[in-house]
């Protein structure tokens, strides 16, 4: 439990980075975040679309949905771990089994 505690702590903090500082930081800035959410899930490969993001590691998926995209999770085995509530993005997470 300690992990996911660890691990909505980075994304809520990356989610208020984005809100308030999306306009003055640069790519790198927030890809370093993102670098530090990677190595908690322990992702193996990062895919990166016009608004949503994929980590995909061994034993666990995640999926950041940005606020003007969807996601219809029905039928997919993801969950909802997390949604932001200045950016309204939304955080999926698939355990592998």
Do not use: Y
């Given at each position: 439990m300690e992990k996911e505690q660890l691990l909505k702590e980075k994304i809520e903090a990356y989610e208020w980075s984005w809100y308030i500082d999306s306009d003055i930081r640069g790519y790198e800035y927030f890809e370093?975040?993102?670098?530090?959410?990677?190595?908690?899930?322990?992702?193996?490969?990062?895919?990166?679309?016009?608004?949503?993001?994929?980590?995909?590691?061994?034993?666990?998926?995640?999926?950041?949905?940005?606020?003007?995209?969807?996601?219809?999770?029905?039928?997919?085995?993801f969950e909802l771990f997390y949604r932001d509530k200045h950016t309204n993005a939304k955080w999926y997470i698939k355990r592998n089994r």
């Open positions: 370093n975040m993102l670098d530090e959410i990677v190595q908690i899930i322990g992702a193996k490969e990062v895919k990166r679309f016009i608004g949503f993001d994929l980590f995909i590691g061994d034993g666990i998926e995640m999926m950041r949905i940005a606020g003007f995209s969807e996601f219809d999770n029905e039928g997919t085995e």
